[in-house]
């Protein structure tokens, strides 16, 4: 599953918000929602219809610092259908953007093993065979990171968007 809803100036395009199939598996959500025990099909098929992760924010840098993105960020959420919504930022740690776009801090993702495997689970990453890798380059750049885990409870305008017909807006692949 993926989708994105772009933030338009006239006739272009000034930024977009990417949101994506949630990673199986994070510590901070899992505390959050009270999950214990390991994922299988079934419960990874109900963590996809309930929750997506807001994997990229992107902004022109022409408009960055005008103060917009954070409502650009509210507004692309409160049209995605998801009743639930996860981010992770390693920018968290200096800037509270996602937060003032209305998400709840839950905590820090670290990676307890440094093995490319275990953080493509986390970060996602290509297809190579049956599992996705991050590049080698994106593992050795990030590897160290621990960015901040936010989450987003979006079950009041994820249901309003699904009843007025604008979910199928941030539809795309």
């Known amino acids: 599953m993926k989708f994105g809803v772009l933030l338009w100036h006239k006739d272009q395009p000034v930024g977009i918000c990417i949101f994506v199939a949630p990673p199986r598996s994070l ?4 505390q959050f929602f ?3 025990g390991g994922w299988n099909r079934a419960t990874m098929l109900a963590l996809n219809k309930q929750l997506v992760t807001l994997q990229r924010v992107v902004i022109h840098p022409s ?3 005008a103060g917009l993105a954070s409502a650009f960020v509210r507004k692309a959420c409160e049209l995605c259908p998801s009743p639930w919504i996860e981010t992770m930022s390693q920018m968290g740690r200096i800037n509270p ?7 709840q801090r839950v905590g820090v ?6 093995s490319r495997a275990t953080h493509s689970r986390i970060f996602g990453g290509r297809r190579h065979g049956a599992q996705a890798l991050v590049t080698e380059e994106t593992f050795l750049k990030s590897r160290y990171a621990s960015p901040v885990y936010y989450i987003l409870d979006n079950r ?3 249901e309003a968007a699904k009843e007025s017909g604008t979910a199928s807006a941030c539809r795309g692949e």
């Open 97 to 103: 953007f996602f937060e003032s776009a209305g998400f």
């Open 63 to 65: 408009y960055r610092g």
């Open 109 to 114: 993702i670290t990676v307890e093993s440094e």
């Open 27 to 30: 510590k901070p959500r899992n």
């Open 34 to 36: 009270g999950h214990r």
């Open 156 to 158: 009041r305008t994820g």
